[in-house]
């Protein structure tokens, strides 16, 4: 399976940092590609999807989140975010890990993430917006949280639900959702 799916326990379970040591490590590196490569697979399929993905999600319990901003892949080692201000927004999500299911959850707006690179340099960067509700759902996932516990009840919705409209779209996401079991 490329990515794990709702009920395989790795989802539930709380990351490990990476220590310094390991940052530069084969495993480390080779999990940075093989994550790379999974999201160009989605990107393949869907060119607006494939921008983010944890380390949980392809089967390691380690603190590391790969975010794709502009076409440029930020491996994020032990990511830490710190809201900018209270200021939150209606963010629509999806889950590889149950991409059969939306809902809105509301994020921060404005945050700080602060991480160390594959090279071991520790960075802040400053993000808003969707790239900002992206890290907070992907770190959200090193502590083993999924989305479906931030969603305000009755407020989830099936892919067959909100695109029946759309059947080109549709079947562009049950390809994704082959990939990714896959």
């Known amino acids: 399976m490329r990515i794990r799916q709702l009920g395989d326990p790795i989802l539930r379970e709380v990351s490990k940092p990476v220590s310094q040591e390991d940052i530069r490590s084969d495993e480390v590196r080779e999990l940075i590609q093989h994550m790379k490569d999974v999201l160009n697979g989605i990107q393949a399929i869907s060119s607006e999807n494939g921008n983010a993905l944890s380390a949980p999600q392809v089967g390691q319990l380690l603190r590391l989140i790969l975010l794709r901003i502009d076409g440029v892949f930020y491996p994020m080692i032990n990511p830490e975010f710190e809201a900018l201000s209270d200021n939150k927004f209606a963010f629509e999500e999806e889950c590889f890990s149950l991409y059969d299911q939306r809902a809105t959850v509301q994020r921060y707006h404005d945050i700080k993430v602060t991480f160390t690179d594959e090279k071991g340099v520790i960075h802040e960067l400053y ?38 409209n759309d059947p080109e779209r549709l079947s562009q996401v049950r390809e994704m959702i082959c990939y990714m079991r896959s």
């Open 127 to 164: 993000l808003t917006g969707e790239q900002a509700g992206l890290v907070q759902h992907e770190i959200d996932h090193l502590d083993g949280i999924l989305f479906l516990d931030r969603v305000e009840e009755g407020r989830l919705i099936s892919i067959d639900s909100l695109l029946r």
